[in-house]
């Protein structure tokens, strides 16, 4: 057999998998058909189902018939076997011949591997990534989150920690069109969690002023119960959920969500 017919074969294939018949087999090989039995018979522990060959019954077997006609499968087989790969190279092995590890050679070339050739599988569509307005008015709302802390390069790094955390993005990938409704509801919380804290920074330092250089309260005093009011602030999750952000805040979430 040489390799311009093997080229012209009709590839069968099961579960998407190129098989070979026990008959085509053994006529490649050059051998009967009770030969390929019979090493499958005397070795069946040594052929794995689904690795080695798939035995074909019942229904699945009359569609196999309908679908490869040219593959003359008598109406009268019960069942079929068909080869891998894998097991059509376990028989050549057991057949030790000249002819049937040349042929298998030629198997793995134009038969085995022609419907990865032939059927490539389709490459995944590349997702698509935030353009620069996109990332200019992300990047604003980061800003708009962390100004006015202290340590406002902290906050704006813990930020994007979560935007990243929230999408499943590391860095330095960059974010994908695809996750902005992501991004803008995580930007809608830690909104409220940085207005909640802002406030209470802005409550306590008031209050210091009014209390301690004003009233001249006692300083220990004080500082015990603006050191509770910030903890209790840390505290207000469930209320930083429910809030609703300021208009201007809602626009610049509004601004990256449509894109605009």
């Known amino acids: 057999m040489n390799t311009i017919i093997l080229d012209n074969l009709k590839v069968l294939t099961h579960d998407n998998i190129p098989v070979i018949t026990t008959e085509l087999l053994a006529n490649l090989y050059g051998t ?14 040594r052929f794995i189902e689904g690795k080695h060959f798939f035995k074909i019954t019942g229904e699945c077997l009359n569609n196999l018939r309908l679908s490869f006609s040219e593959s ?10 068909l080869w891998t790969e894998r097991g059509a190279a ?3 092995k057991m057949l030790e011949t000249d002819k049937a590890w040349d042929v298998f050679e030629q198997l793995e070339d134009c038969y085995f ?28 709302l980061v800003w708009s989150m962390a100004n006015g802390f202290r340590f406002e390069r902290a906050w704006t790094q813990g930020i994007w920690y979560a935007l990243r955390h929230a999408t499943g993005i590391a860095s330095p ?26 406030s209470a920074i802005f409550d306590v330092e008031k209050q210091a002023i009014r209390r301690l250089l004003r009233h001249k309260d006692d300083a220990e005093t004080v500082l015990r119960e603006m050191q509770q009011l910030l903890e209790a602030s840390t505290h207000e999750h469930d209320s930083i959920m429910t809030q609703s952000l300021e208009r201007w805040q809602q626009a610049n979430v509004n601004r990256f969500l449509q894109r605009n």
């Open 173 to 198: 990938q960059h974010f994908e069109v695809n996750q902005i409704a992501i991004i803008a509801e995580e930007c809608r919380r830690i909104y409220g969690i940085t207005d909640t804290l802002k």
């Open 32 to 45: 009967e058909i009770i030969r390929i039995q019979q090493n499958y018979n005397r070795n069946n522990n």
């Open 90 to 92: 376990r028989h050549a």
């Open 72 to 81: 003359q499968i008598s109406a009268k087989t019960r069942s079929l076997m």
């Open 113 to 140: 591997n022609s419907a990865k050739v032939n059927n490539p599988q389709p490459r995944p569509e590349a997702p698509e990534l935030l353009n620069d307005n996109d990332t200019r008015n992300l990047a604003h």
